[in-house]
């Protein structure tokens, strides 16, 4: 089981990643094997692959529990009789509360048969043997229904990030015994998550395509793929010296292990590398991979819940729009979203100070969230009553200005109204449109502006979505846009739309927009583990933020230049925010063309193919920002 050590720490990191936890909540280590035996088993799939599946089952079998199942690429380890977690299920209290717990390596990952498809499309009208997620997944609930002792008819789903996604396909066409689905933190297309915001390439996420674009066509209980070495901790430097996003081809050449010996520099062995170089625009593959638009077949008989964090920098866009999608579709269905202060995966660890980054939220909000929430769901739908009167709203939610829970009946709240905010002159941002001038800044393709002042090799991004963005207002090439001191709360409830006009001397560019609650002067410190370097007094809090490249502002699937100097609109979606900015406190608005290294390099020229472009693609050009652009807000009365 050589590189185990790897495997966890990379499975955990895209879960859960690094936090402190509170031991008084957690069960000794041997909880698990004291309570639970467990059996590995291979699942026959309709068209013959074998899946590998672990099931934890109480000891005490004087009563019938429910199954809990997680489907993940990350690993069902520990792999090997005797050989158990030491923490199974979503949390300690549906542990504790009996349920048979059933871990399984999706098709083509570590112990399963078959070939692994990142993103696997579903197929809608499959043939007898034909297979996809949906099949798999309708085939294991099947198969554990009528073979595994002691469970009493009701099977549950979860998971956070990609074993997230596979909870949301748990739900399409499902097993007439799924009766619960917990899609958290759920991806829900790749082309507007994890590895691309709205087109753009997000490149902090480069040392993490190995692990899903390595072949495998056996199955193994070792590592058989390894991270990028970038042999230093300055990813900025490191990117911008690496130029073109061409040049780090040599990482996909798996054969080679000295980059620099490879021969053939468009080489590529990485089928995922392959797949996103090969498909810049939003064609047949990356809509066929995407699940969002399949929530119509997801059945009244499933309850389902969508949780997420607000500050999620992996899988933002999926959890809200899986939500969104089922509430469209699904007219008797049960289902609630739950957002909360957290990044990727925060809900699940066992903190009591819930802090994202530098920016501290509250104390035993996760905790809160384990025991009245999730724990309450599953029991209800898989132990209880199963009906609609679970005791939980339509959408629980956190205030991330105020740092308190609401309730609402339906997401967003109904007496929220639209708001239309200029990007004035002299930097500020007014309720009206006072002239339609142009601000112009230089966007050099050698001093992009940075998404952070950290100096580090991050394996994806995680704490830049609370970051003090002050170093960024300070950027000749950054516009700054904002309101006066507000002497009254001003409470966002629901999407942002950036409407900006916008004009560059170049054919190509990208807009990034972020949303920022100004901090009063006289802030107070309430963070001992915020940077050193960092004061709460002015803190410029990053609410939400987003890219466009572009040449996708009228389709992701037929991009197009802009016409030099052309004035021309861009529409951003920002996703949902819930956030008060509070009286004393001002709202910024902050407008760029470079995100570097969160985003790849845009060459400001237009080329058919920014994955192939060449190093004399990339130009400083001036771009133009006009005042009858417009923040859309949603505005909670």
Known sequence: MKNYFLISLIGLFLVFGCNSTDEKTLPKETYVQDNFTKNEVTITMRDGVKLHTTIYSPRDKSVKYPILMQRTPYSSAPYGAGKMKTKIGPNVHLMKDGYIVVYQDVRGRWMSEGIYDNMRAYIPNKKENESDEVSDTYDTIDWLIKNVENNNGNVGTWGISYPGHYATISAIDAHPALKAASPQACIGDFFFDDFHHNGAFLLSYFRAISLFGTYKDTPTDSAWYSTPDLKTQDQYQFFLDKGPLKNLNDYFQYEKLDVSSASNKDKIDDFFWKEIVEHPNYDSVWQSKGIIQHMDKVPSTVATMIVGGWFDAEDLYGPLETYKGIEKYGKNNY????????????????SVKNAVGNYYFGDSISLKFQKEIETKFFHHFLKGKGDKKSGL???????????????????????VVKENWFLSNNQELTASQKSSTAIQFISDIK?????????????????????????????????VFETNILTADFTLAGDIFAKLKVATTGTA??????????????????????????KM???HLMVRSEVMRGRFRNSFEFPEPFIPNKKTEVTIKLQDVFHTFKKGHKLQIQVQSTWFPLIDLNPQTYVENI???????????THSVFTDSSIEFSVLK
């Open 335 to 350: 289902n609630t979203l739950v957002f909360g202060p957290w990044d990727h995966g925060g809900w699940a660890r066992n």
């Open 611 to 621: 994955y192939k472009a060449e190093e004399k693609d990339f130009k400083t050009q």
């Open 447 to 479: 001093r992009p502006v940075p998404y952070s002042e950290d100096i580090k090799t991050v394996f994806t991004p995680r704490k830049y979505m609370t970051d003090d963005q002050r170093f960024a207002a300070r950027r000749p090439d950054v516009l």
């Open 537 to 539: 007094s002015n803190y």
């Open 393 to 415: 709203p339509e959408a629980y939610v956190y205030d991330s200005g105020k740092k308190e829970w609401k309730s609402y009946d339906v997401w967003p709240p109904k007496n």
């Open 509 to 534: 560019a990208d807009w990034i927009v972020k949303v920022i609650d100004v901090h009063p002067a006289d802030a107070k410190e309430n963070n001992d583990k915020i940077q050193d370097h960092l």
